[in-house]
């Protein structure tokens, strides 16, 4: 693991910056075949797209999630404000879930107004593996709930300022998601607000996710 350079958990960026290690996300709705990248990724089927799943679709997805460069599946989960229904969100849901399961691989969570759905489904499921939400913007309360069960919370440049306060720095990721800064500027504008040196923040992220990477519920 490049623990020298800067995290970026979670970015839709083609490639990193230099000083950065980039956990590049692909939604294969979009992208079919990963073949011939380099770095880390996590594949998933995105709720966006979740009409558009397939067998061949699902097909892909394991072929992908066996590779030595796959740290997750994600990003999965629920999302509101598309027209897909959430019955058919919550059937791709758990089939991916069921995979990460099998394969033991921790996931990435998308959740846009649907907790309560998405905390159903992970009991429902039995999952036994890491779980972060990324882009998280909740308020205090609901980080509370989630760090509760188990959960870590990747936040991007858009959070809630008093819930990256109070996030212990044990659950913490940082992330670029679509935005095109380099994670050097999240990392030293949360060390800042966090009043820590921007070198523990990068060494706790790097922590974290070594642990993500091998935590086992």
């Given at each position: 693991m490049?623990?020298?350079t800067f995290l970026d958990f979670h970015t839709?960026?083609?490639a990193p910056f230099p000083g950065e290690t980039t956990?590049?996300?692909?939604?294969l709705a979009a992208v079919r075949d990963i073949g011939g990248r380099d770095g880390l990724y996590s594949v998933g089927i995105h709720p966006w797209h979740v009409g558009e799943a397939d067998g061949e679709m699902f097909s892909a997805l394991r072929k992908q999630a066996v590779s030595a460069r796959c740290v997750a599946i994600g990003e999965i989960g629920f999302d509101r404000c598309v027209a897909t229904g959430m019955a058919g969100q919550e059937n791709v849901l758990r089939r991916q879930l069921e995979l990460a399961r099998d394969l033991q691989?921790?996931?990435v969570i998308h959740c846009v107004r649907a907790w309560s759905e998405l905390l159903a489904v992970l009991k429902d499921v039995d999952l036994q593996v890491a779980c972060a939400i990324h882009g998280f913007r909740g308020k205090p309360a609901?980080?509370?709930?989630?760090?509760s069960k188990g959960f870590y919370l990747s936040f991007g440049f858009r959070h809630?300022?008093?819930t990256l306060l109070s996030c212990p720095s044990s659950r913490?990721?940082?992330e670029t998601d679509a935005d095109s800064r380099g994670i050097v500027d999240l990392y030293r504008e949360v060390a800042l607000l966090r009043g820590t040196d921007i070198g523990e923040l990068k060494d706790a992220c790097w922590r974290n996710f070594l642990k993500f990477r091998g935590d086992r519920r």
């Open positions: 490049m623990t020298d839709h960026k083609a956990v590049q996300s692909i939604d691989l921790p996931v609901l980080a509370e709930q989630l760090l809630c300022r008093e913490l990721f940082l």
